[in-house]
């Protein structure tokens, strides 16, 4: 019995051998169209389950008892491609996968995507993959948490309120484009992350250019540009389904259609996704739907037409109002606390929330003339509506003072107490109003590209904008009351307000913005430069319908116009092909902001000196490619003139011993900002990598200020001489580094841990004291994050499928994300915490 048994086990080793000698290796390496590694390829030999998936550094290796065949290589976002194999042919195969959106080229063109070691700007790009990794059930901005001088937080903590800022100048100073049109706020200059939540879910790149940047617009940004690039329109017919759920109640469910190339020349890709939770804070539950389409269609090989529209409408609640250290600490809620919510009928009531709509629809057009040259245009147009609601009244303190009807110390506010006052009052002195900003927004980019010869291109176009925006308050819920006394509108000083009528103010802001541009590129063998000048006019007008009689002749502003203009120019030299240098300045004027026109909100007083903002810009770098390292060093100076700042804050109001919302208006500012970036990825074995990066700013401010505070209905509190002179800029960690590893643990499994830390993170200013030469503003102790994720994919009845499963803040950190200084020390400090651990787990199947 044992001969047999050893006779058949020999006679299988046999047969094994004898099969695996019939077998032969296939290897190769897989890129993108800029021969970046792609990870994670299917790559099948056709009529056969054999094959493999591409590794950490793009490469395959399995093998075959086929002689000769066809392999199939797949991957979502890319075209699937067919390659004949000769497995006699020992030599490794490379291929190359095209983006599989439609219109990525053409958007990239049209975005000025800076190109790597070619294009003398610092710069870092997210890609598709690990966005869909690591963003789970974060903040879209905390993508960029690891990225050269960026900071990005939750600020409050409710969904969608996240911020960034990048070499420490705020979003009023970073240019946000979606497709390379610009979505900054027209009057300030802000971006509200929560009228983009869905971005994350049909977003194919990010692009991060610090500095000046290469964007195509007439007046280039201060801090940089972070440049969102959609999916746009697929060549191939499928779709996609995702789940997700996680810490707090999260839930998403996500849909994604494409028609693919049709044999008429359209091509469709619709998005929808609902999103829900009750938020991490305490009283911030959250609902939302965002949406995306983009159809295209040729009309021929010259002329192209793109429509894309995306948004979200969604409500959510916040936590408005920093408090002390020491009020964490004694809650028993900790880091989640928040005063800004109660009950009202049982039911959970928060007193703050963000709720808003605003679509963003274009149409590009797509103009081949000839070999050389091109023309992108693209239309757009956005209309906003919503705002935040906050407590209001004489009485409004009942809900958030001091003395308001609280459940203990720290616990919810019991509205039903105030609705019962005002219903036995019948008039209603403590409410909920809206802080509307409504706007209508349009404008159009066109872009010329013309390649004069081998070595020179030109780029030249228009941007032109106008803006509308709606402000002003209006009753959102009386609590139980019938009516709300308001005496702001001079033309019905005994308004008798019901929900939904405006109160305390109510005026539009105009702004008609026309730019033009000029780029000429070298570029020959190892050597490239370019110049610039671009030139803007724009233009203010300001209409107060409560604070002017209907007849009277300045209700309505004339214009007030300011011309802004500017010139940079730059140039890269590769010393060789693993070194390169880089070099770039710049100087431009721009527009003051629309507040530093009109501070205090008074037709008669409108600023028509306001200075324009003068920046002065340069840097240097140095770039390292080696096969399996690379590395980027860049030095930046800023010197930024005439700086309009602006704030704002709750702060406790003096004469009413009541927490409101203050306004500050601070002009003639200037800053320096300069420091030293480096980052680097690091591939030492198959299947493993590294990628880290460290951030030195040195930010300061250089002139002491006159500060402007006005009240939540826009009334001059004070005028205060502010003492800030070599103060550091707060807001922003100062010292940033990360650290990240990925780890194949099998091809289709992989494991990633990353690592932040941040340091010289000061608070921000309170105007009220800085009325002498006073201490440093109060900094922030220093932190340390750890996030975990793990990536598995697998195929369910023959479909691609992937399950993400994402930690963040992985041991529990108790951390600072934002703080208001008051006297220089952390007693006197007012803060809102980070998050901590959370989860999320995602499952996505293609078809």
């Given at each position: ?215 195509k617009v007439a007046v280039p940004s201060i801090g940089g540009t972070i440049n969102t ?29 494409s028609t693919g190339l049709m044999n008429n020349g359209f091509a469709a890709t619709v ?577």
């Amino acid at each position: 019995m044992k001969k047999i048994v050893l006779i058949a086990v020999l006679s299988l080793i046999s047969l094994a051998n004898i099969y695996s000698q019939n077998k032969k290796l296939i290897s190769g390496n897989i890129k993108d169209e800029k021969q970046n590694p792609l990870i994670g390829v299917s790559v099948v030999v056709e009529g056969t389950n054999e094959g493999g998936i591409t590794n950490g550094e793009g490469s395959f290796q399995f093998s075959t008892t086929k002689k000769q065949g066809t392999l199939l290589v797949s991957i979502i976002g890319y075209v699937s491609k067919k390659v004949a194999f000769d497995a006699n042919n020992s030599n490794t195969i490379e291929i190359t996968l095209e983006d599989s959106s439609l219109d990525l080229e053409e958007v990239q063109v049209f975005s000025s995507r800076a190109v790597d070691r070619k294009t003398p700007v610092a710069v870092s790009t997210i890609k598709k993959q690990d966005i869909e990794e690591k963003l789970g059930n974060q903040e879209f901005v905390e993508i960029l948490k690891s990225v050269p001088g960026v900071y990005a937080s939750r600020e409050g903590g409710g969904f969608g309120d996240g911020e960034v800022t990048l070499r420490g100048f705020n979003s009023e100073n970073v240019a946000v484009l979606i497709n390379g049109i610009p979505v900054n706020d027209m009057e300030g200059g802000r971006v509200y992350w929560s009228n983009w939540t869905g971005l994350g879910s049909v977003t194919s790149s990010i692009q991060v250019q610090r500095g000046l940047g290469a964007s195509k617009v007439a007046v280039p940004s201060i801090g940089g540009t972070i440049n969102t690039i959609t999916d746009n329109t697929d060549t191939e017919e499928g779709g996609q389904v995702s789940y997700t759920t996680g810490n707090n109640n999260y839930q998403k469910v996500g849909v994604k259609l494409s028609t693919g190339l049709m044999n008429n020349g359209f091509a469709a890709t619709v998005y929808a996704d609902k999103i829900s939770g009750d938020g991490f804070v305490d009283g911030t539950p959250f609902e939302g739907v965002s949406y995306f389409a983009s159809i295209s269609k040729r009309i021929n090989d010259n002329h192209k037409l793109v429509f894309t529209a995306t948004g979200a409408t969604q409500r959510h609640g916040q936590r408005f109002e920093r408090l002390a250290i020491q009020d964490y600490r004694t809650s028993d809620r900790g880091v989640k606390l928040n005063k800004g919510w109660g009950y009202k009928n049982g039911q959970l009531f928060a007193l703050s929330e963000n709720f808003f709509n605003k679509p963003l629809i274009s149409i590009n057009h797509y103009w081949r003339i000839n070999d050389n040259n091109k023309i992108s245009t693209a239309v757009y147009y956005s209309s906003g509506k919503g705002g935040v609601n906050f407590e209001d009244g004489a009485d409004k303190g009942k809900l958030t003072g001091p003395n308001s009807y609280r459940f203990g110390e720290f616990g919810p506010v019991d509205v039903d107490r105030v609705v019962a006052e005002n219903m036995a009052n019948g008039e209603s002195t403590a409410i909920i109003q809206t802080t509307a900003n409504d706007h209508i927004w349009l404008g159009a980019i066109s872009t010329w590209n013309s390649r004069i010869n081998d070595h020179f291109t030109f780029i030249g176009g228009l941007d032109y904008r106008y803006y509308k925006g709606i402000k002003y308050k209006k009753v959102d819920d009386l609590l139980g009351g019938q009516f709300y006394k308001d005496n702001s509108d001079v033309n019905n000083p005994n308004n008798a307000a019901r929900v939904g009528d405006k109160i305390g103010y109510y005026n539009d802001a105009f702004v008609n913005w026309y730019g033009s541009f000029a780029q000429l590129e070298y570029d020959k063998d190892d050597f490239s430069a370019f110049v610039a000048l671009n030139g803007s006019n724009t233009t203010y007008r300001r209409v107060d319908y409560f604070r002017k009689l209907s007849t009277d002749p300045t209700r309505e502003t004339d214009n007030v116009n300011f011309i802004g203009y500017g010139a940079k120019a730059g140039a890269n030299y590769r010393l060789n092909e693993y070194n390169n240098i880089f070099a770039n300045v710049g100087y431009f004027e721009r527009a003051p902001y629309f507040s530093a026109v009109w501070a205090n909100n008074n037709n008669d007083q409108t600023n028509k000196d306001a200075e324009n903002q003068k920046i002065t810009s340069i840097e240097l770098g140095y770039g390292l490619r080696l096969p399996k390292f690379a590395a980027n060093v860049n030095l930046y100076y800023t010197q930024w003139n005439d700086r309009t700042q602006t704030d704002t804050r709750t702060a406790l109001n003096v004469t009413t011993n009541e927490v409101e919302t203050v306004f500050t208006n601070i002009l003639g500012v200037d800053a320096l900002h300069q420091g030293v970036e480096v980052d680097f990825e690091y591939r030492p074995l198959t299947g493993l990598s590294f990628t880290g990066m460290l951030s030195l700013g040195d930010w300061k401010w250089k002139n002491d200020v006159t500060a402007v505070i006005t009240d939540s209905d826009q009334n001059v509190i004070s005028n205060l001489n502010l003492f800030i002179k070599d103060l550091p800029v707060g807001r922003s960690a100062q010292t940033t580094a990360a650290l990240g590893a990925r780890y194949f643990v099998t091809p289709k499994t992989s494991f990633s841990v990353d690592y932040n830390y941040y340091d010289r993170y000061y608070a921000d200013f309170n105007p009220s004291n800085r009325t002498s030469p006073g201490v440093d503003p109060w900094k922030v102790p220093s932190f340390h994050l750890f996030d975990a994720s793990l990536l598995h994919k697998f195929k369910i009845l023959n479909l691609d499928a992937k399950v993400i499963a994402r930690m963040n803040n992985v041991f529990n950190t108790e951390f600072i994300t934002r703080a208001n200084d008051n006297d220089g020390t952390a007693q006197g400090a007012t803060v809102f915490y980070g998050p901590g651990r959370t989860f999320s787990i995602s499952s996505i199947i293609n078809f």
